[in-house]
């Protein structure tokens, strides 16, 4: 039987993209066939060992270059931007898995899956981005999305508010308006690929909405109370509005979280 965290060891302290692609996509299928054993052994490894590849080269967001999507270098690096944070969200997958333990199954079989699906996702978006002669480690990337992860290390309430349900969840705000702009460009390529990240991302969403409640039902605390106090106190600044509210329902906020991060917009 293969184990799942010593799988997730392998993916978070070795920096082998082939490797890690590889890994992870095997250990879906262990999971699907019911080959996984999800006993805990070790404890986890601190995540600041956490490693990986020496490319792309990673500065503060501030300091990214601004390019417009209009040239064929900006095209490259809106492109190479979207890779990276699918080649993160990878390690965010097993991160979360592996970090925390003691939990259903069903909780590892769950972001197992998302693992699987961003693999799917850095992998679309790679062969994409060498069509406009660009591979990913070219240009630098930020580190913004791993901020959190570190942030949240020893919390998972707080992983599930900050990562999926408050990163991610920003996908279903802002991808709508990048389809909307490659469309305008004639992209069709990248519109397909964009639709199909955007629908799984949605996914990913109501499963943090959906371990989020479970881990507040364990602990006897209002959802929508402790997602406000965990939001004010991990993320640097409110989160930005406008809000797909249609698309955040589905993923699972609820309308008291919503009219408190829309309110926060208007002060």
């Known amino acids: 039987m293969k184990n799942i965290f010593r799988t997730?060891?392998?993916?978070?302290?070795?920096?082998?993209?082939p490797e890690k692609l590889s890994q992870t996509h095997q250990a879906w299928q262990f999971c699907k066939d019911g080959l996984l054993s999800y006993e805990s052994i070790d404890k986890p490894k601190p995540i600041n060992a956490t490693r990986f590849p020496d490319k792309p080269l990673w500065l503060p967001p501030k300091q990214m270059p601004r390019r417009?999507?209009?040239?064929?270098?900006?095209?490259?690096?809106f492109f190479h931007a979207l890779v990276h944070i699918e080649f993160v969200a990878i390690y965010l997958a097993w991160d979360i898995i592996y970090r925390f333990r003691?939990?259903?199954?069903?909780?590892?079989?769950?972001?197992?899956?998302v693992a699987d699906e961003e693999a799917q996702h850095f992998t679309?978006?790679?062969?994409?981005?060498?069509?406009?002669?660009?591979?990913?480690?070219d240009l630098p990337a930020h580190g913004g999305l791993w901020d959190h992860a570190q942030d949240t290390h020893s919390d998972l309430l707080a992983r599930l508010a900050i990562v999926p349900r408050c990163l991610e969840a920003r996908g279903l705000d802002v991808t709508p308006a990048m389809i909307e702009?490659?469309?305008?460009?004639?992209h069709t390529q990248g519109v397909t690929i964009l639709t199909r990240i955007l629908n799984d991302e949605v996914g990913h969403v109501q499963l943090g909405s959906k371990w989020f409640?479970?881990?507040?039902?364990?602990?006897?605390?209002?959802?929508?109370?402790?997602?406000?106090?965990?939001?004010?106190h991990y993320f640097k600044g409110k989160p930005k509005g406008p809000f797909n509210r249609e698309m955040r329902i589905i993923a699972g906020f609820s309308d008291a979280e919503l009219d408190w991060l829309e309110y926060e917009q208007k002060q």
């Open 181 to 186: 702009k490659l469309e305008a460009l004639g």
């Open 102 to 113: 003691g939990l259903p199954n069903e909780f590892y079989r769950d972001w197992l899956r």
């Open 68 to 77: 417009q999507l209009t040239t064929p270098e900006g095209l490259a690096a």
């Open 8 to 17: 997730a060891e392998n993916c978070l302290f070795h920096a082998s993209i």
């Open 213 to 232: 409640e479970y881990q507040c039902r364990q602990q006897s605390l209002d959802p929508s109370e402790t997602y406000k106090k965990l939001i004010n």
């Open 124 to 137: 679309l978006l790679r062969n994409h981005l060498a069509t406009l002669g660009c591979d990913y480690g």
